[in-house]
């Protein structure tokens, strides 16, 4: 954890206390700050999980009041409001904690500016992309542990920013960041930004596609001639992104692609590392097909993971054996079990179809369990992998909007309702090859509290019911 200096931020408001709420709130009870934590959903938050007796103290100093009515704030003695990356910062509405201190111009910041302020001499390394950027970031942070570097990951995946150990000037900290916390930064400045694809997702949150493309882009503001942008160019949108960099950025530009080799960039062509990030000097490493990182999008991720490694200054050869030792991303295209020819693939993380998408491309033979609250337009945009399929079952709110698109392509499919029918169902029809593929497409919500839970479960389901 990481203490906030009192004398920078004496009195605060953080608005919303969840995976970086709480964390940034121990922080500045810690560095003796007062602090006033509002959320809205109160009922789950569990305040004193982290540290009891620090708030039982501080709530008897009354320097922690929670949720007070509004009109009990004294707002001219504000100083700073953090807010959640969940709590909207303009659309569809912003909250009206937010309007008061826009109306009266008191900083709104992050957990990430507040990390970045306190921990001034380390490194940043931030990753952000519509899909992918869990998995870049949790390979990138493998990468410079394996080569003994100091290195923190968090942000968007793991834990808060401000969770995190303190650095000095020998450490690094690998952040995954999302459109939500990158369009509450200031004045952080990535040595490394690594921006991996755009595709629409969020909109609710950003109100259109321009908007949520401009806060991604914010990843690479305040970047200066010594810092580095990593962009893949494979899309016509990624590349017109390199472009405008190109033309108008101050960093130095590292392009990525898995379907060309790309001048000063990274490539991977065929199970093959194309590095020509030095000038005039093309190294090749053969890495073939990784069994827990399968398929097109992870050898994206790859070649970001690599990029990023190299210019932190990890020897090419170190890179290439961490990378061959990575055991994958929970729930992300992740290997349960192998029951003969039978293998079992978590990808609860495909929450939208650009995700699912990458992980029917990397398999045939499935039998694809998908549907929960669908955040898009639905699968039909997938049909083109329908031939990949064996059999779908159908779960949760999306069955019946899945059911009709592949009614229209004539492919065999069951409205299961459940996870565990489902499971219950492949088990009760002898299946013994091909891939059992838990990919939603869809958000959890409808009945299980997170992604992550419903990937724990089908982990347990599985093992429970094939491992006799």
Known sequence: MIPINKF??????????????LPALHSLLCGKAKVIAIDDNLQNVNIG?????LHQQAISERNLIVNPAIDQINFKNIS?????????????KPHTIIEKAKQLNIPITSDIELLYETCTKSKYIAITGTNGKSTTTALTGHILKYAKQVVQVGGNIGVGALQLEPLDSDGIYVLETSSFQLELLNKVKFDIAVFLNLTPDHLDRHGDFDSYKAAKLKIFENQKSDDYAIVSIDTLEMQKIFDYLAKYGKQKIVPLSIQKITENGVSIIDGVIYDNITPGVQKE???????RLPGEHNAQNIAAAYAATKINGVKEE?????????????HRIELVLEKGELKFINDSKGTNTDAT???LKAFNNIYWIAGGVSKDQGIECLSHLFDRLKHVYLIGAAAPKFAEVLKKYNKPYTCADTLKRSLELIKESNINSGVVLLSPACASLDQWKDYEQR????????????ND
């Open 455 to 466: 990937g724990n479960s089908f982990k347990e389901m599985v093992k429970e019911m094939w």
């Open 285 to 291: 490493f053969k890495i073939k097909e990784l069994k």
């Open 318 to 330: 170190i890179i290439v054996e961490a990378i061959k030792s990575f055991k994958g991303l929970e």
């Open 49 to 53: 999980g982290l540290a009891g007796m």
């Open 357 to 359: 998408q990458n992980a």
């Open 8 to 21: 920078r931020y004496q009195e605060v408001i953080i608005l919303g206390l969840g995976r970086s709420g």
């Open 80 to 92: 700073a409001v953090i807010i959640s990356p969940g709590v909207p910062l303009t659309y569809p």
